[in-house]
């Protein structure tokens, strides 16, 4: 696991001196990676790490020569148009280059003069998927979102009995992942009627969002060959903001016995920065599971993960109707919650998919499963806040919203502090819903 080391220290300065402002995401402990580009400016997608309010344009950076050994050939894996090369070198590559990164940037560093122009302004910038996603599986680690949408779809029998036992999860679709700021059209689809019996077609009428964390994976494993839970960490490159858009109209029709299928695959959208596990390593906290609950099976356990598996990361989802849009209106915070209440671990997950033999790939995706907390206003779907779409969530314009309606941007954020360590963030996340096609 990720140790703290020199790159952690609090109070480590940069000599770009946005990153030094109190309550950034991006200060010089962060160092997280996105594929960008000048907006507008069609140019090839390049490698930047987001240090205050600039981006390190790493080819540039490369290309002058500033960095040496292990730190050299990760950079030289950050050249292309995408994340996967890197992912693929592995966690000691990755710990090199963020050692690199630190020093360079830092207040003071001799590369100043070198490396001021390898920066853009990231207002300058447009962003594209960081890394080719080959394949998504999206989890369901959330107890308490599993247990309170599952008295919405079986009041008698919330919790099926092998959700303590199995981090359940199934194969997403990768094709319609986009990065944040996508936007897409209303789905259409089946559903079937309160009281009809035979199904309508047409657009979703309970579109909802689903705040996750999405895992990149960084080197796979080969098939056959599980990832042992205490090796997991090594095989984990970072962690970025998705939301799992879901038609909960489209979803409570198809999903026996099979599970999700047309209901989440039109749209997934996750942010452009990925925070790398080395930069979370003063946010791992202990990770509990109730003493009177199962514990977890030997493939599922080990001293590592209790003492230090779970992330304490804050997560937040507001909303941005039309309306507020036009006015000016700041988005409106619906819900926060903590990736610390998870019932399983980001180890626990890798363990797990690879415990059949299956292979994990650089560049694939796990989606958390929706975050909630234990009370409702933790919630992280419309589908918790809403009691099933029976209690509108009123905003502060007046407006109610029991489902997304068109034109509704949902905004996600995630960010870590505590005292004794930096304040780092994971920038923002946006989506909007467009009319469905006629
Ligand atoms: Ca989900």
Redo the contacts with the bound molecule.
Sequence with gaps: MSLLNETHDPALQSWVTSANAAHGDFPIQNLPFAAFRRAGSGEAWRIGVAIGDRLLDLAAAEARGVFAGEAAEAARACTGESLNPLMALGAAKWSALRLALSRLLRAASEAEPVLRDCLIPQAEAEYTLPATIGDYT?FYTSIHHATRVGRLFRPDNPLLPNYKWVPIGYHGRSSSIGVSGQAFARPRGQTLPPGADAPIFGPSQRLDY?L?LGVFIGRGNEIGKPIPLDEADEHAFGLCLLN?W?ARDLQAWEYQPLGPFLSKSFATTISPWIVTLDALAPYRVPWLRPDEDPQPLPYLESAANRASGAFDIQLQVLLETARMHDAGAPPAPLSRTNFRHAYWTLAQMVAHHTVNGCNLRPGDLL?S??QSGPTLEEAGSLLELTGGGKQPVVLPNGEARTFLEDGDTVVMRAWCERPGAARIGFGELTGRVLPAVS
């Design positions: 999206d689903e996750e799992d879901s989606g499963g929706t």
